[in-house]
């Protein structure tokens, strides 16, 4: 029927209105915007003249000619979940057709996530069919042809043609150096926590008193480092083997496994903000701390195989978003070099302090800045989770985000964590807070300070520090200016840096 209407309305693949009206109603513009990775959005403006009505994409049987788009095959990208409308299509009952159904009578745009497979620029090109109506006509549009120019992504590989093995597959070198660095900070992160920083003095002052010479108390601590480090760095090489570049790309875009990720970060948040402790059994730490009581050089790793069990309700959460991310690339070496930069940052305060045991003096004690630092933590791994939510919505097109609501989220949730910095809010394990030093005074200052940053991304801002954590702006529904691609009247292509 559909075919039918196309043959009957439409001449030479030109928009043809059969009362013989002059002009088209709907103006087109194009453009595309990054997202994150080597994903991005094809955005298809519609500008549509008042007393005409655009159809939706999906329509019922016996309606009129829905709004479809149609892609020249290519390479270099894929398509990524279904065409998300914005606004969602308002139903009506349409007169012409005699049924309910989806309409545009304003501006919408057409938007079509994309993985981006090919390390060059590159022209995505193609054709769309949509029909657009008044109260007593209607007039079918066919092959209007659009054209998008997309920048390449580095950091991406290039999917195998149907019929070539996996071994001649493209991979991209991924620069990992930033993850080592990032790993390095979360492994010196988790050393402030109340799990860990308790146990620097304790495990020290195990090595010296339990050795005749001081040279067997460092080889006991350097050991121990290492341990730590090895026992990180065997979690990572059972990640990497297991990963591979199809299954990271599934990881990275399936509702499943973000659904998980995102009660993961929510539960390691709600157990830093005390409302429960993750637990490891405890036979299995009991069976190793004894073996570490019966001193030795072998109990240096016993020690380290125990502080990472006992440790583990508070590293948990480093190393699983560190795991997370590693496991979402495509490089089998950011998993290895990760986890073993973890544990080298974690073990390296041991190390340091059985070189030279006097430091001890001088290290702060142990009281309630530790649970502060675990529910700064919280705040940021519970704003974090939000991403994962944001990788469904944007690969399936759900529009259970706007850009604003998302971004309203962020704002409350860094504005408790600065006034929890400043002392007004406490949690059930908090001490008193009689007064606040300068380094928690600069904290406040930062977090209320990347508050106000975040503010005017509610009216449109593109917020480019943190555009890859944020819903693209396809996803704004309140725009204080319009971006010049969706002006009105406007056609061509569009590209983006």
Same mark, same amino acid.
């Given at each position: 029927?559909?075919?039918? &209407?196309?043959?009957?309305?439409?001449?030479?693949? @030109?928009?043809?209105?059969?009362?013989?009206?002059?002009?088209?109603?709907?103006?087109?513009?194009?453009?595309?915007?990054?997202?994150?990775?080597?994903?991005?959005?094809?955005? %298809?403006? /519609?500008?549509?003249?008042?007393?005409?009505?655009?159809? /939706?994409?999906?329509?019922?049987?016996?309606?009129?000619?829905?709004?479809?788009?149609? +892609?020249?095959?290519?390479?270099?990208?894929?398509?990524?979940?279904?065409?998300?409308?914005?606004?969602?299509?308002?139903?009506?009952?349409?007169?012409?057709?005699?049924?309910?159904?989806?309409?545009?009578?304003?501006?919408?745009?057409?938007?079509?996530?994309?993985?981006?497979?090919?390390?060059?620029?590159?022209?995505?090109?193609?054709?769309?069919? +949509? @029909?657009?109506?008044?109260?007593?006509?209607?007039?079918?549009?066919?092959?209007?042809?659009?054209?998008?120019?997309?920048?390449?992504?580095?950091?991406?590989?290039?999917?195998?043609?149907?019929?070539?093995?996996?071994?001649?597959?493209?991979?991209?070198?991924?620069?990992?150096?930033?993850?080592? $660095?990032?790993?390095?900070?979360?492994?010196?992160?988790?050393?402030?926590?109340?799990?860990?920083?308790?146990?620097?003095?304790?495990?020290?002052?195990? !090595?010296?008193?339990?050795?005749?010479?001081?040279?067997?108390?460092?080889?006991?601590?350097?050991?121990?480092?290492?341990?730590?480090?090895?026992?990180?760095?065997?979690?990572?090489?059972?990640? /990497?083997?297991?990963?591979?570049?199809?299954?990271?790309?599934?990881?990275?875009?399936?509702?499943?496994?973000?659904?998980?990720?995102?009660?993961? $970060?929510?539960?390691?948040?709600?157990?830093?903000?005390?409302?429960?402790?993750?637990?490891?059994?405890?036979?299995?730490?009991?069976?190793?701390?004894?073996?570490?009581?019966?001193?030795?050089?072998?109990?240096?790793?016993? @020690?380290?195989?125990?502080?990472?069990?006992?440790?583990?309700?508070?590293?948990?959460?480093?190393?699983?978003?560190?795991?997370?991310?590693?496991?979402?690339?495509?490089?089998?070496?950011?998993?290895?070099?990760?986890?073993?930069?973890?544990?080298?940052?974690?073990?390296?305060?041991?190390?340091?302090?059985?070189?030279?045991?006097? &430091?001890?003096?001088?290290?702060?004690?142990?009281?309630?800045?530790?649970?502060?630092?675990?529910?700064?933590?919280? !705040?940021?791994?519970?704003?974090?989770?939000?991403? !994962?939510?944001?990788?469904?919505?944007?690969? +399936?097109?759900?529009?259970?985000?706007?850009?604003?609501?998302?971004?309203?989220?962020?704002?409350?949730? !860094?504005?408790?964590?600065?006034?929890?910095?400043?002392?007004?809010?406490? %949690?059930?394990?908090?001490?008193?807070?009689?007064?606040?030093?300068?380094?928690?005074? %600069?904290?406040?200052?930062?977090?209320?300070?990347?508050?106000?940053?975040?503010?005017?991304?509610?009216?449109?801002?593109?917020?480019?520090?943190?555009?890859?954590?944020?819903?693209?702006?396809?996803?704004?529904?309140?725009?204080?200016?319009?971006?010049?691609?969706?002006?009105?009247?406007?056609?061509?292509?569009?590209?983006?840096?």
């Amino acid at each position: 029927m559909r075919k039918f &209407l196309l043959l009957l309305f439409s001449i030479g693949g @030109m928009c043809v209105n059969i009362n013989a009206q002059p002009a088209n109603p709907v103006t087109w513009s194009y453009s595309v915007n990054p997202v994150e990775g080597n994903k991005a959005e094809l955005v %298809f403006s /519609a500008t549509i003249e008042p007393g005409h009505q655009l159809y /939706a994409t999906e329509v019922p049987e016996g309606g009129p000619l829905p709004t479809e788009f149609f +892609y020249n095959e290519s390479e270099a990208f894929k398509k990524i979940g279904k065409i998300k409308e914005i606004p969602e299509p308002k139903i009506k009952h349409d007169d012409i057709f005699g049924i309910d159904i989806g309409v545009h009578t304003k501006d919408a745009k057409f938007v079509q996530v994309i993985e981006i497979l090919s390390k060059t620029d590159f022209a995505i090109t193609g054709t769309m069919d +949509y @029909m657009v109506c008044t109260a007593d006509m209607c007039m079918p549009c066919s092959d209007i042809d659009f054209k998008f120019t997309v920048k390449g992504c580095p950091q991406t590989y290039k999917h195998m043609v149907s019929g070539e093995g996996a071994d001649n597959a493209e991979t991209s070198s991924e620069n990992i150096w930033w993850f080592v $660095f990032l790993a390095l900070g979360a492994g010196l992160a988790a050393v402030l926590t109340p799990c860990v920083f308790p146990m620097i003095p304790i495990t020290v002052s195990f !090595f010296m008193s339990g050795s005749a010479k001081r040279s067997e108390g460092v080889l006991k601590g350097l050991i121990f480092g290492f341990s730590v480090a090895l026992i990180y760095l065997l979690l990572g090489v059972i990640v /990497a083997i297991t990963k591979s570049a199809d299954f990271a790309n599934v990881l990275s875009t399936h509702w499943i496994a973000n659904l998980i990720f995102f009660a993961l $970060f929510v539960m390691f948040a709600c157990s830093f903000f005390g409302l429960f402790e993750i637990m490891l059994p405890a036979g299995l730490s009991n069976k190793l701390d004894a073996k570490a009581d019966k001193g030795g050089l072998i109990a240096a790793f016993f @020690m380290a195989a125990v502080l990472t069990l006992v440790s583990f309700s508070c590293t948990g959460p480093f190393v699983a978003t560190l795991l997370v991310e590693a496991a979402m690339g495509t490089s089998v070496w950011k998993p290895v070099f990760g986890m073993f930069a973890f544990g080298f940052a974690l073990g390296l305060p041991f190390v340091a302090l059985s070189l030279s045991p006097a &430091l001890m003096k001088k290290m702060p004690k142990s009281g309630g800045w530790l649970n502060a630092v675990k529910v700064v933590f919280a !705040f940021i791994l519970l704003a974090f989770s939000l991403k !994962f939510l944001l990788s469904i919505d944007t690969g +399936y097109g759900l529009n259970l985000f706007t850009r604003e609501a998302y971004i309203a989220i962020w704002i409350v949730i !860094f504005s408790l964590m600065g006034c929890y910095l400043s002392g007004k809010i406490k %949690f059930s394990n908090d001490s008193d807070v009689a007064h606040i030093g300068v380094f928690r005074l %600069f904290l406040v200052i930062a977090t209320f300070s990347f508050v106000v940053y975040l503010i005017p991304g509610l009216f449109g801002a593109p917020l480019n520090m943190i555009s890859g954590l944020t819903p693209p702006m396809s996803a704004q529904q309140f725009n204080v200016s319009k971006p010049a691609a969706y002006a009105p009247g406007t056609v061509g292509n569009a590209t983006y840096s």
